[in-house]
């Protein structure tokens, strides 16, 4: 069971960055663990009895130098309603850093598949993978321009970046996961990346095994991006969101069929291998 780590964090800004999207940094304490890539926060919006549960964020970024750390969010109901109220200044209450998050191995580019609110995860590990010494490849899907939001920060550590919009008012027009719907494609991406020019030589030396997808938004995006991955023989975490209770592992609230039985969200994920996943 994770340890219940609870914090209290001083809101140093709460912006609005594109329509009902909101950026939030919070000073946290400095015994704050480092997060790894993935992990969340649960926090305490509001007083019970209108606030009985906390509300799941993906650590966007993290800054061990500052003790910064952010999130990003939509508004979508009270919860994220009553958050996007709070002043710079005010205490913040919460829980993490929770979860198990993304895994980095021995794999030389890291490919990070988001869609809309879920690039929050993604943003942290493109950093981390950046930092590591690995190439970061960076797909991205929004439905609009107006929702486009934080691409130049991916830039910042992409070797590439594809963006999809749905209306085509940025980017390619589409979702993110039909960049993927040819394997060609990926391939001579990845084999100019590594400087890998003849198509044969490519496969002879089977680039693909270089590469480890991170995904995160849409659970039919995960889905979609899961059975690409199986078919082409890549490693692929995903992450996901459910419903959550306490968001350490207690109430049973957030679990999903998976091959090893049902699992914790807020526990044993919210990063599975997607082929673990029941879909
Ligand atoms: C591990 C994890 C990480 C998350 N990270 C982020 C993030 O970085 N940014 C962000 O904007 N959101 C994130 N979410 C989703 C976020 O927690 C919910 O949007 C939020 O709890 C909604 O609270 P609310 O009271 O405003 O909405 P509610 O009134 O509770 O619900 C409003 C709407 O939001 C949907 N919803 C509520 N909770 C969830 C949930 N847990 N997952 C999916 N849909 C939900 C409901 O279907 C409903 O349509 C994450 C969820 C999880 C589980
Ligand atoms: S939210 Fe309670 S066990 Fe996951």
Same mark, same amino acid.
């Given at each position: 069971?994770?340890?219940?780590?609870?914090? %209290?964090?001083?809101? &140093?800004?709460?912006?609005?960055?594109? &329509? *009902?999207?909101?950026?939030?940094?919070? !000073?946290?304490?400095?015994?704050? =663990?480092?997060?790894?890539?993935? @992990?969340?926060?649960?926090?305490?919006?509001?007083? =019970?009895? @209108?606030?009985?549960l906390?509300?799941?964020?993906?650590?966007?970024?993290y800054s061990?130098? &500052?003790?910064?750390?952010?999130?990003?969010y939509? $508004?979508?109901?009270?919860?994220?309603?009553?958050?996007?109220?709070?002043?710079?200044?005010?205490?913040?209450?919460? #829980?993490?850093?929770?979860?198990?998050?993304?895994?980095?191995? +021995?794999e030389?580019? $890291?490919?990070?598949?988001?869609?809309?609110? *879920?690039?929050?995860?993604?943003?942290?590990?493109?950093?981390?993978?950046?930092?590591?010494? %690995?190439?970061?490849?960076?797909?991205l899907?929004?439905?609009?321009?107006?929702?486009?939001?934080? $691409?130049?920060?991916?830039?910042?550590?992409?070797?590439? #970046?594809?963006?999809?919009?749905?209306?085509?008012?940025?980017?390619?027009r589409?979702?993110?996961? +039909?960049?993927? !719907?040819?394997?060609?494609?990926?391939?001579?991406?990845?084999?100019?990346?590594l400087?890998?020019?003849?198509?044969?030589?490519?496969?002879?030396?089977?680039?693909?095994?270089?590469?480890?997808?991170?995904?995160?938004?849409?659970?039919?995006?995960?889905?979609?991006?899961?059975?690409?991955?199986?078919?082409?023989? #890549?490693p692929? !975490?995903?992450? #996901?969101? @459910?419903?959550?209770?306490?968001?350490?592992?207690?109430?049973?609230?957030c679990?999903?069929r998976?091959?090893?039985g049902y699992?914790?969200?807020?526990?044993?994920?919210?990063?599975?291998?997607?082929?673990?996943?029941?879909?």
């Amino acid at each position: 069971m994770e340890p219940n780590v609870e914090n %209290k964090g001083k809101i &140093k800004e709460n912006i609005e960055i594109s &329509k *009902g999207i909101y950026l939030l940094t919070l !000073q946290v304490p400095p015994a704050f =663990p480092l997060p790894i890539p993935g @992990q969340f926060i649960h926090v305490k919006v509001g007083e =019970p009895p @209108q606030f009985l549960l906390r509300r799941p964020f993906s650590i966007f970024d993290y800054s061990s130098e &500052k003790g910064e750390l952010r999130i990003i969010y939509e $508004v979508v109901g009270k919860g994220t309603l009553a958050l996007s109220k709070k002043k710079e200044g005010e205490e913040l209450d919460f #829980l993490g850093p929770l979860g198990n998050g993304f895994r980095f191995g +021995d794999e030389k580019v $890291v490919m990070l598949v988001g869609g809309g609110m *879920g690039i929050a995860p993604l943003h942290l590990a493109g950093k981390v993978a950046h930092e590591k010494g %690995k190439i970061v490849v960076s797909v991205l899907g929004f439905r609009s321009k107006e929702r486009s939001i934080m $691409v130049e920060k991916f830039r910042s550590f992409s070797r590439n #970046l594809i963006v999809y919009t749905e209306d085509g008012s940025i980017g390619e027009r589409g979702i993110a996961t +039909d960049f993927f !719907q040819e394997k060609r494609k990926v391939e001579e991406l990845v084999g100019e990346i590594l400087g890998v020019n003849s198509r044969k030589r490519l496969i002879e030396e089977g680039c693909l095994g270089f590469i480890t997808v991170f995904s995160c938004g849409p659970r039919k995006m995960l889905e979609s991006i899961t059975r690409i991955c199986e078919k082409w023989n #890549l490693p692929c !975490q995903i992450s #996901l969101e @459910q419903f959550m209770g306490c968001g350490v592992g207690l109430c049973m609230g957030c679990v999903v069929r998976t091959k090893g039985g049902y699992k914790r969200v807020c526990t044993e994920g919210p990063v599975f291998e997607g082929g673990f996943i029941e879909w």
